[in-house]
Each structure stands twice: as structure tokens, then as C-alpha cells.
């Protein structure tokens, strides 16, 4: 399924994500909201492009009906019927060779490797832009940007999950390292990290916790367990509802929206489909100023005294309104 969320900065650029749900309803709700999560995002990011994602639902209980490249044949016609207002990507369960499959159905797609013209994984520069609002966050909680010495909780050691927490071990960070995957422990261990289970991620007394697996994370219950005064991560929809901002606020933590921090990504493809081609380099500027972004909403925030969701949630508004 697909759920465009808006066209209004322009085409809907959204992940094609393969995941397991209880049912269609629960695919559906994830769908709706990721969409919407997208076009935040992109009008954060200052990014000419709408928000929309994909969902291909595997049911639990129930085996796949196809064989994966025919689901994502299948895929691509219904991205392909929307006639350029949607355009994929990878997402959580799909990767750069997915989206060959789909190109060979429609050209709505980005994310294609190198060889192919496109920009290949764009996990590095989601883990840039995750570092750049870890670091942006530190200065307003510590007084500085510098990594060095801190001690983060990376949760959630994937395709992102590994690069911020590698990227955070070069700044000179202490890594504490979980996922629900215990194949990645010896692998965190190796490059340096510290491997805690996973049951006391939100508990472990850190400077950051990053969430960096799937969302919901954090709730009612879960925000008075939390031991770190920062939480920057690079999952999608890490608050269980709009209303935990308060509670983090209430508690003193601060929070770097999802959508602000988790923009690399995006950003990198706006780059691949501006007129003079594809710059790597040129993308990773951009993403780095997802901390200068962060420092307005945090500004903007205080000024209100409101809450970072409360910021960002504006500062997208505002500019979808003036794209209007």
C-alpha cells in the first residue's frame, strides 16, 4: 500500500518498506503516519518535495504469497499508476537492489546504486545527520558540540544504527550498544563498543540515548525510566503519542524530533534529482546542517516555551503554508 501525504513543495517521496504486521490495520496506521512523518520532514529540511511512504505487508501467520521480486514488481505498477506523484525509495526491509527490481516496472524511483546513476544506500547520510543532531544537541544541554567523552545508547544496530554508532566511537564517544539481534553483538564489540542487553537501553545511565530501531519507543511508561537527559535518534516515530513531548519536557529531557533528525536521508535524495546531477559531497553538507536546524527549533522552542515537537511541528507548517 501506499499513502501519498502531500504534493504541495512537490512529488511525495517516500520509503518502500517490507515489514511483518499482526494485520492490514496495523500496516494501514503505519502507513498513514510515516506519511505523514515524510512530509514534515521534507518541509523541515527545506527539501522541494512532499511527503508519502510505502508499506508491503507481510502478515504474521501468514506465508508470502510470492516470491519477493514479484511483490516488488508488484510494488513498482502501483507506484508506476500514480504517475510521478510518488517516488521510492529504500526503507526498513528493502535495499538498493530492491529498487532495481522496482525500476524495472517504474522510473518514480531513487536510490539506485552508483553503477546504476543514482545514489546508492542512503543509510550514511541518515547516520551524518543523526551525529550532526547528537552533537547539536549536546551543545544545548552541555555547552558544547564535541563528542568527545560523552557516553551514548546506540538502540538499534542496522544499516543506520551501526554507522551512528561508529561515527560516534571515531568523535572519541563511549558506545553502549544493544539490539534484539544478539548476531550484532560481536560485531559492536569489535569496533569498540560496549554491548548492553537490551532490556536496559532506556535504564543505563548515558549523556544520549539514540534510538535507531523501529518506533514507539518512548511513552507514558517509558519516559520516567530514562537515564539520559538527551534522546536523538534516527527511528521514525519514536513517540508513542504527540503528547509524550510534554512528558520528556516535564522531565527535563530533551528531545530532537525524529523527523528533524533522522532528514539525512532525504536530503541526500533531494540532491541525486536536482538538474545538475548527482554530488555526494554536496549532499553531505546539506545533511550536516540538520544541527543548524536543530539549533532554530530548540531557539524557536524556548522563544515559545513549548516543546521541540511543538517547534519543528511549526517551523513545517510555515513552510508548507508559504509553499501554498
Keep these: 500500500m501506499v499513502a501519498v501525504h502531500s504534493t504541495v513543495l512537490g512529488p511525495a517521496l517516500g520509503g518502500c518498506r517490507?515489514?511483518?504486521?499482526?494485520?492490514?490495520r496495523a500496516a494501514l496506521r503505519d502507513v498513514l503516519r510515516l506519511s505523514r512523518a515524510m512530509t514534515y520532514?521534507?518541509?523541515?529540511?527545506?527539501?522541494?518535495l512532499g511527503g508519502g511512504k510505502g508499506v508491503i505487508a507481510l502478515l504474521h501467520g501468514h506465508p508470502a504469497p510470492l516470491r519477493r521480486r514479484d511483490v516488488l514488481a508488484d510494488f513498482g505498477d502501483t507506484v508506476e499508476a500514480l504517475g510521478g506523484h510518488y517516488i521510492t525509495a529504500e526503507d526498513v526491509g528493502t535495499s538498493a537492489r530492491d529498487m532495481e527490481v522496482i525500476s524495472g516496472r517504474t522510473s518514480h524511483v531513487t536510490g539506485l546504486s552508483r553503477r546504476r546513476g543514482g545514489s546508492g544506500d542512503p543509510s550514511p547520510?541518515?547516520?551524518?545527520?543523526?551525529?550532526?543532531?547528537?552533537?547539536?544537541?549536546?551543545?544545548?544541554?552541555?555547552?558544547?558540540?564535541?563528542?568527545?567523552?560523552?557516553?551514548?545508547?546506540?538502540?538499534?544496530?542496522?544499516?543506520?544504527?551501526?554507522?551512528?554508532?561508529?561515527?560516534?566511537?571515531?568523535?572519541?564517544?563511549t558506545v553502549l550498544a544493544t539490539d534484539i539481534d544478539r548476531g550484532k553483538r560481536e560485531p559492536a564489540r569489535s569496533m569498540g563498543a560496549r554491548w548492553i542487553a537490551p532490556d536496559r537501553a532506556l535504564t543505563q545511565?548515558?549523556?544520549?540515548?539514540?534510538?535507531?530501531?523501529?518506533?514507539?519507543?518512548?511513552?507514558?511508561?517509558?519516559?520516567?525510566?530514562?537515564?539520559?537527559?538527551?534522546?536523538?535518534?534516527?527511528?521514525?516515530?519514536?513517540?508513542?503519542?504527540d503528547g509524550v513531548a510534554e512528558v520528556l519536557a516535564a522531565r527535563g529531557v530533551l528531545w530532537a524530533p525524529d523527523f528533524?533528525?533522522?532528514?539525512?536521508?532525504?536530503?541526500?535524495?533531494?540532491?541525486?534529482?536536482?538538474?545538475?546531477?548527482?554530488?555526494?559531497?554536496?549532499?553531505?553538507?546539506?545533511?550536516?546542517?540538520?544541527?543548524?536546524?536543530?539549533?532554530?527549533?530548540?531557539?524557536?522552542?524556548?522563544?515559545?516555551?513549548?516543546?521541540?515537537?511543538?517547534?519543528?511541528?511549526?517551523?513545517?507548517?510555515?513552510?508548507?503554508?508559504?509553499?501554498?
Excluded at 41 to 48: H, I, L, N, Q, T
Excluded at 290 to 315: E, F, N
Aim: aromatic share 4%; with cysteine.
Design 18 to 24: 517490507m515489514w511483518r504486521y499482526a494485520d492490514s
Design 41 to 48: 520532514k521534507a518541509a523541515v529540511a527545506g527539501v522541494p
Design 125 to 173: 547520510f541518515t547516520a551524518l545527520g543523526v551525529h550532526a543532531a547528537i552533537a547539536a544537541s549536546c551543545e544545548r544541554v552541555f555547552g558544547s558540540p564535541s563528542l568527545r567523552g560523552r557516553t551514548v545508547c546506540v538502540s538499534g544496530l542496522g544499516h543506520v544504527g551501526m554507522r551512528v554508532a561508529k561515527g560516534l566511537l571515531r568523535a572519541g564517544s
Design 205 to 241: 545511565p548515558a549523556d544520549v540515548f539514540a534510538p535507531c530501531a523501529l518506533g514507539g519507543v518512548l511513552s507514558d511508561e517509558t519516559v520516567p525510566m530514562l537515564q539520559a537527559p538527551i534522546v536523538a535518534g534516527a527511528a521514525n516515530n519514536q513517540l508513542a503519542e
Design 260 to 324: 528533524v533528525a533522522n532528514a539525512g536521508g532525504i536530503i541526500n535524495i533531494s540532491v541525486e534529482l536536482e538538474r545538475e546531477g548527482y554530488d555526494a559531497a554536496r549532499a553531505r553538507t546539506r545533511v550536516r546542517g540538520i544541527g543548524d536546524t536543530l539549533r532554530r527549533i530548540y531557539d524557536d522552542a524556548d522563544a515559545t516555551a513549548g516543546t521541540p515537537l511543538a517547534a519543528a511541528t511549526a517551523l513545517a507548517r510555515k513552510r508548507l503554508g508559504e509553499a501554498v
